[in-house]
């Protein structure tokens, strides 16, 4: 596969020693964090064989016969495995708090587009995040307490909503914001770098690897909308919600596609002791993830890391998106999966569920959408090897495409309510699609330069979710489809173009350590 237009092709034989002078700052990351992580200074290379240490001295080559130096570490496989499920675990309890609240800010804080103006901030400060933090904060304390520092932040937007205000949520939107980027990036860099080093020991190609990584993050972290979502819902229920008492007929006039800024239809917000019990258990559920990573993950590399380093790859992010024209075409269908996620999380849930069916539909009715997208990101991350990329990208195509078109055509009907489960179970599998497939080709493309690219994608994503909240509050449901349908052509072109000129002309990568 390809990497930079200004790649040098390095090579180097099985059975010769690494040598730590690398010629430039990328190459210098990686040699440091793959030895970090081992407690080891020099590597040799051989075929894969056992040692007394029960690690494995791993020989792995690309399929164009080149050999990566993150496959070259040698370090316990049940290491690998284990900083794996600490992070996903991390995620789950934190993502169980601020999924289930991104899915009813819109609807608990809905006067004067509150809720929408704090989801809005949210991704807007996330933007500038992805330019200037991540690189920054990950070369200055690394990987592992990039992502406690960042978590720590989420907590103290969940506390926010205690005492929902624009004086309250919009500051600490901005500073959830500002953590998300590295958030994100510190974690795709740890998936991605643990992939590949897992293929180096298992004789198995990096993508797949990468992509069974990512697939099983993503079953753990959309779960998280599975009991995120079953607590909104029950304790909404025992709050006593109530409705407006409107006739399918009417509800149908002013739900759905037809839904418009200020519509509420079936709509009336819980009492304040029940918003405070919610945000209670969240809270509850973010810090414990803050304190899950300080114990129990190991650090990716020395935290001791100069800040020339991540200087160095502040200058690498934005050249990345100057320099790499696939970074360019990947834009448009990165732009469309923040789109797809805010819709269904601010649009989706007011405009079909609460308007048509009350609030306390929203968690049962997103249970079904974490569950299908848990489900088929552990399954597509499995069939990879089997399918390769494309039919798994236009399996998400045209899911969302079938559910765009039937959203413009039905009108939500409470009679009706095995649809409302039906349309989110397919956004999930869509959703599925985009959030597994997106960051594996991004970490197998870009694994030369994680940062950097996971910080576009990051920033290109937010794009998506700051635009989709921004406009939320102005125009109505159907125009907000239609975005969503030009975007995602405009997409899979872009995607398209990629793969195509990946099979017609893949370059060399950079291989020397």
């Not at 570490?73 to 996903?88: F, G, Q, S």
């Not at 006739?247 to 079936?266: R, Y």
């Amino acid at each position: 596969m390809s990497f930079s237009d200004h790649s040098i092709t390095r090579k180097y034989s099985l059975g010769e020693e690494v040598s730590p002078e690398i010629g430039n700052s990328t190459d210098q990351l990686a040699y440091r964090n793959s030895h970090a992580m081992s407690g080891i200074d020099n590597v040799e290379f051989s075929d894969i064989s056992k040692r007394e240490d029960n690690t494995v001295a791993p020989s792995y080559q690309n399929a164009d016969g080149s050999t990566d130096p993150l496959a070259t570490t040698a370090i316990p496989k049940w290491r690998v495995w284990k900083n794996l499920l600490v992070i996903c675990t991390a995620f789950l309890f934190n993502f169980t708090a601020f999924q289930s609240l991104q899915n009813l800010q819109t609807s608990l804080n809905y006067d004067e587009g509150l809720g929408g103006a704090s989801l809005s901030v949210i991704y807007a400060s996330l933007i500038v995040s992805c330019i200037f933090i991540p690189p920054l904060l990950i070369g200055k304390i690394g990987c592992k307490w990039t992502l406690v520092v960042s978590i720590f932040w989420y907590s103290v937007f969940t506390a926010a909503n205690f005492y929902a205000s624009w004086y309250t949520l919009i500051p600490f939107s901005v500073t959830l914001g500002l953590a998300g980027a590295p958030l994100w990036t510190a974690k795709s860099k740890y998936v991605t770098t643990s992939g590949i080093r897992y293929a180096g020991m298992v004789g198995e190609t990096q993508e797949d690897i990468i992509t069974l990584f990512f697939g099983i993050f993503f079953m753990v972290f959309q779960s998280g909308q599975i009991w995120g979502n079953l607590i909104s819902s029950l304790v909404l229920e025992r709050g006593n919600v109530t409705s407006l008492g409107l006739t399918p007929e009417e509800l149908s006039q002013i739900c759905g596609a037809n839904n418009c800024p200020n519509s509420t239809g079936a709509l009336q917000p819980p009492t304040t002791s029940t918003v405070n019990l919610l945000v209670g258990i969240y809270l509850g559920c973010g810090l414990f993830a803050v304190l899950f990573l300080v114990v129990f993950l190991d650090k990716l590399k020395d935290e001791g890391e100069e800040k020339k380093a991540g200087l160095q790859l502040l200058i690498a992010t934005l050249k990345h998106l100057k320099d790499d024209k696939r970074q360019i075409l990947l834009v448009p269908i990165t732009i469309y999966s923040g789109l797809e996620q805010a819709f269904v999380s601010g649009d989706y849930t007011k405009s079909f569920v609460s308007c048509a069916l009350g609030i306390e539909w929203i968690g049962y009715v997103m249970i079904c959408y974490g569950v299908c997208d848990a489900f088929f990101s552990f399954l597509l991350g499995r069939l990879i090897k089997f399918t390769g990329r494309i039919p798994l990208f236009i399996t998400g195509a045209a899911a969302h495409l079938a559910m765009i078109i039937t959203m413009l055509v039905w009108s939500p009907n409470p009679e009706q309510l095995p649809v409302f489960f039906v349309l989110a179970a397919c956004w999930g599998l869509g959703d599925a699609v985009w959030q597994l497939e997106i960051n594996a080709l991004y970490g197998y493309l870009f694994r030369k330069n994680q940062e950097a690219g996971f910080s576009n994608y990051r920033l290109w994503e937010s794009l998506g979710f700051v635009v989709a909240f921004a406009y939320s509050n102005f125009i109505c449901t159907y125009i907000k489809l239609y975005i969503l349908l030009g975007v995602l052509v405009l997409g899979m072109m872009g995607y398209a173009v990629v793969e195509y000129n990946e099979k017609k002309d893949p370059e060399e990568i950079d291989t020397k350590m």
